[in-house]
T-cell receptor
Framework: EPEVTQTPSHQVTQMGQEVILRCVPI?????FYWYRQILGQKVEFLVS????????KSEIFDDQFSVERPDGSNFTLKIRSTKLEDSAMYFC?????????????FGPGTRLTVL | GNSVTQMEGPVTLSEEAFLTINCTYT??????LFWYVQYPGEGLQLLLK?????DKGSNKGFEATYRKETTSFHLEKGSVQVSDSAVYFC???????????FGQGTELSVKP
């Protein structure tokens, strides 16, 4: 069964450094998403991406964040200058058509630790 | 705005006990409703979903019915197993683009 993959599984970085989290969505899916889960808190929507542009973003997704689909398979989340409060589990997801009835398939997550 | 509220955990049950995890939502329009499960050390997996009022989603012995009149989507299972120990998330999606809005998650621990 096709699955969403994410790398790395765990990233440790110093405050102020840039990080890039990588995802490979399911190949025939058109909508891609990033979510994050701070330890002990809700899973929160960050951004959705369709047709090579941001479809929707949350208040969390400020100028420090950016997303890109650099080739036909990867989908990346970049945090330009990490802060302590960016420490969280980051999940990538994809869905076939992006409709509100569609299932979103999640990757296993990247645990980001900012020191 | 749209939101989801779940009962707080952790919930601890003995094997073969009946499970209910309550979920209520606030949304404009007609959202789709989902239950996702997160097993220890893993990502989120869809457990079941319902896309319109009175629909029942079911999978692996779990069921949930979309109740518009009570804005609820409670998760039930008649007889839980140790392997059901996980965190369960209720979520909704309300428009094209389909961002998911999650509840806070309910941790279930099933003891032999």
């Amino acid at each position: 069964e096709p699955e969403v993959t994410q790398t790395p599984s765990h990233q440790v970085t110093q405050m102020g450094q840039e990080v890039i989290l990588r995802c490979v969505p399911i190949s025939n899916h058109l909508y891609f998403y990033w979510y994050r889960q701070i330890l002990g808190q809700k899973v929160e929507f960050l951004v959705s991406f369709y047709n090579n542009e941001i479809s929707e973003k949350s208040e969390i997704f400020d100028d420090q964040f950016s997303v890109e689909r650099p080739d036909g398979s990867n989908f990346t989340l970049k945090i330009r200058s990490t802060k302590l409060e960016d420490s969280a589990m980051y999940f990538c997801a994809s869905s076939e058509q992006g409709g509100h009835t569609d299932t979103q398939y999640f990757g296993p997550g990247t645990r980001l630790t900012v020191l | 705005g749209n939101s989801v509220t779940q009962m707080e955990g952790p919930v601890t049950l003995s094997e073969e006990a009946f499970l209910t995890i309550n979920c209520t939502y606030t949304a404009t329009g007609y959202p789709s409703l989902f239950w996702y499960v997160q097993y220890p050390g893993e990502g989120l997996q869809l457990l079941l979903k319902a896309t319109k009022a009175d629909d029942k989603g079911s999978n692996k012995g779990f069921e949930a019915t979309y109740r518009k009149e009570t804005t609820s989507f409670h998760l039930e299972k008649g007889s839980v197993q140790v392997s059901d120990s996980a965190v369960y998330f209720c979520a909704l999606s309300a428009h094209q683009g389909g961002k998911l809005i999650f509840g806070q998650g309910t941790e279930l621990s099933v003891k032999p």
